[in-house]
Structures are given as C-alpha cells and as structure tokens.
C-alpha cells in the first residue's frame, strides 16, 4: 500500500529536549516536505526536499533541522524544542512530476506537545 | 505574492443540505488550484484540482470551477452527508511549484 508514515504520532516533551520525528514513504518519490497546522494558520511549510541531498527552507524554518540522505526517508528535527513548537506536525511526498498536478500524499500527522 | 483566502468557519450543515465554501487567491502567473480535505484523525487528501481557467475539478460529488476573472475556486457540493463532515483546504500552486499554498481550512460539520 502507497503511504506515508510519521513517527511517532504522539508526544510529549520538555523544552530543549531534542527530538526527531521520523517521516517514510514508500512511493518512490523525489520530492518531500515538513508542514506544521496550527489553529487559524492553516498548514506552513517548514522545510522541502527536491531530491537526495537537496534541502531547502519553507515559510517557517526556524527552530527546525531536516536530513536527506535516502530517497525514502525526510526527518524533522528539533535541536532544542520550545513550548511555540507545539503543533500538528504534516511529512508529505510527490513525484518529480506531480509539482503541477500539486497532488502530495500527507501522512497521518505527529501531535507534538512541549512543556 | 501567493496566498489563499478561505471562507471562516465552522459550518454546520443538516444532511442533504447544499455547500459552498468560498475560496479567493491572489498569485502571480497561472497557478494550478485544489481542494483538500482532512478527515478526522487523519492527514490531507486530494478532493479535485484545476488547471487552467474555466476548467471544472469533482470528486465524491464536490465541483469547483476556476474562475479567473474572479480569482476564485469556491467548493459546492448538492446534497452533503454525515461523512462528507472534516476541515477543507483550499490551495495553490506557487511559482516553480516547490509549494502549495494553503488556505486556513473551513471545518464542516453536517448533523443527521
């Protein structure tokens, strides 16, 4: 089944304990990206990633660190988390093609928490 | 710039009852418009897309039309039901299609 899996979809942590939320997708596709949903915000994005070893900033990197070493996986890290990260974390993917059908797959979503 | 203004929700609708969620954009070019939806407890899927102007997306009984000369992309559907209940996004592609941009989402609740 085609999917995108975030772990762990719950948690929560103290301010300035690192954490990495882990995001897969078994697609194949080249392209992937960090969003945060926050009430009366809609979705933002943090980070993207066009392809193995490219990275770039979204609307709202601060605070955040991502990695592509393999195609299939895009984590999101948080050096030192702060009680304003506390959000509905989003990984999504496409294919290199799909940048103008716009259709991502969305995973489940990570509810973070930071005390 | 890019950007996406949805109409405020929630919006509570009786089964059977007709919906419209407003959607308005501002963008630079001819960007490609959408509708997603998020079920509860769940991430975001495609509802339906549009391409170029007049063009009219549906899916699951939704339809919305691209209009350009009102730089609009409004959600309708005829008759909703209890499932049909979850946020809506409306979104647009940005320029070298890197991004979508999303709307606030319009949380739909609709009662038996």
């Known amino acids: 089944e085609a999917q995108v899996t975030q772990n762990p979809r719950y948690l929560i942590t103290v301010t300035g304990k690192k954490l990495t939320v882990t995001c897969s997708q078994n697609m194949n596709h080249e392209y992937m990206s960090w969003y945060r949903q926050d009430p009366g915000l809609g979705l933002r994005q943090i980070y993207y990633s066009m392809n193995v070893e490219v990275t770039d900033k979204g609307d709202v990197p601060e605070g955040y660190k991502v990695s592509r070493k393999e195609k299939r996986n895009f984590p999101l890290i948080l050096e030192s988390p702060s009680p304003n990260q506390t959000s509905l974390y989003f990984c999504a993917s496409r294919s290199a093609g799909g940048a103008n059908t716009g259709e991502l797959f969305f995973g489940e979503g990570s509810r973070l928490t930071v005390l | 710039g890019n950007s996406v203004t949805q109409m405020e929700g929630p919006v509570t609708l009786s089964e059977e009852a007709f919906l419209t969620i407003n959607c308005t954009y501002t963008a630079t070019g001819y960007p490609s418009l959408f509708w997603y939806v998020q079920y509860p407890g769940e991430g975001l899927q495609l509802l339906l897309k549009?391409?170029?102007?007049?063009d009219k997306g549906s899916n699951k009984g939704f339809e919305a039309t691209y209009r350009k000369e009102t730089t609009s992309f409004h959600l309708e559907k005829g008759s909703v039901q209890v499932s049909d209940s979850a946020v809506y996004f409306c979104?647009?592609?940005?320029?070298?299609?890197?991004?979508?941009?999303f709307g606030t989402g319009t949380r739909l609740t609709v009662i038996p």
């Open positions: 549009a391409t170029k102007a007049d």
């Open positions: 979104a647009l592609t940005g320029t070298g299609a890197n991004n979508l941009f």
